[in-house]
C-alpha cells in the first residue's frame, strides 16, 4: 500500500510538470502567432439586415413580422416593421439619444428617450444592446436572439431570427418626413 501511494505521490508533480513543459512550448509557439489566439472581433461600418424574423410572445398573445434592420455603428438604427406582404407598417429610427416611432398605417410618430422607455421595460434598454440586437452581435447566438423583459404587468419574450447580415453596405437611413404624420405621446405607442 505504501508503495502504491509513494508512487502516486511521485506520478502527480511529474504528470503536472510534463502537462506544464508542454503548456510552455505551446504558449512559445503562440506567441509568434498572436494573430490566430485572439477572436476577430469584425469592424464595421454599416450593417444590413434583411428578412429576420422577429415574434413576440406575450401573456396571451404570439405576434410575428418579418423585419429589415439597417445601422449605422453608434449613430443611427432604422427598423422597418411589415407583418404581411412585405408593406412596412411601422418604422422606428432610433439614435443614441432619442427613439422615433412611426405608425405608417394610423398616420401618426411618437419621439421618446431609452429613458421614457424604460419607465415600463425591465430589464433596460440601452443603446449599445438595441444596436447588438439589431446587428446580430448578441453573445448567445449568431443567428437567433431571445430577450425577455416585463412590460408594466405584462411579459414580453422578444425572438428573432436572423438570416445573413451584411456589412459595410449602403443603407438608406435618412430620416423619415414626418410633416404628414400626426405627432402623438410617445407613450401612446407603449
Known amino acids: 500500500m505504501k508503495i502504491k501511494r509513494i508512487i502516486a505521490i511521485f506520478l502527480i508533480p511529474c504528470c503536472l510538470l510534463l502537462a506544464g513543459c508542454g503548456a510552455k512550448k505551446k504558449v512559445a509557439s503562440n506567441e509568434q502567432e498572436p494573430a490566430s489566439v485572439l477572436p476577430e472581433v469584425p469592424e464595421w461600418h454599416t450593417c ?3 428578412s429576420a424574423r422577429a415574434t413576440v410572445f406575450t401573456n396571451e398573445d404570439k405576434i410575428s413580422a418579418s423585419l429589415t434592420m439597417q445601422t449605422i455603428r453608434d449613430s443611427m438604427i432604422v427598423i422597418s416593421v411589415m407583418p404581411m406582404f412585405g408593406i412596412e407598417m411601422m418604422r422606428i429610427e432610433a439614435t443614441p439619444l432619442e427613439i422615433i416611432v412611426i405608425d405608417k398605417i394610423h398616420g401618426r410618430y411618437g419621439v421618446g428617450s431609452f429613458a421614457e422607455l424604460n419607465r415600463k421595460l425591465v430589464p433596460s434598454l440601452n ?29 414580453l419574450e422578444l425572438v428573432i431570427d436572423y438570416p445573413q447580415r451584411k456589412l459595410d453596405v449602403p443603407v438608406r437611413v435618412g430620416n423619415q418626413r414626418l410633416d404628414r404624420y400626426t405627432r402623438v405621446d410617445v407613450s ?3
Open 127 to 155: 443603446w449599445d444592446i438595441l444596436q447588438q440586437v439589431c446587428t446580430g452581435e448578441l453573445p448567445a447566438s449568431e443567428d437567433r436572439a431571445r430577450l425577455q423583459y416585463t412590460f408594466g404587468e405584462d411579459f
Open 48 to 50: 444590413l439586415i434583411q
Open 188 to 190: 401612446k405607442f407603449l
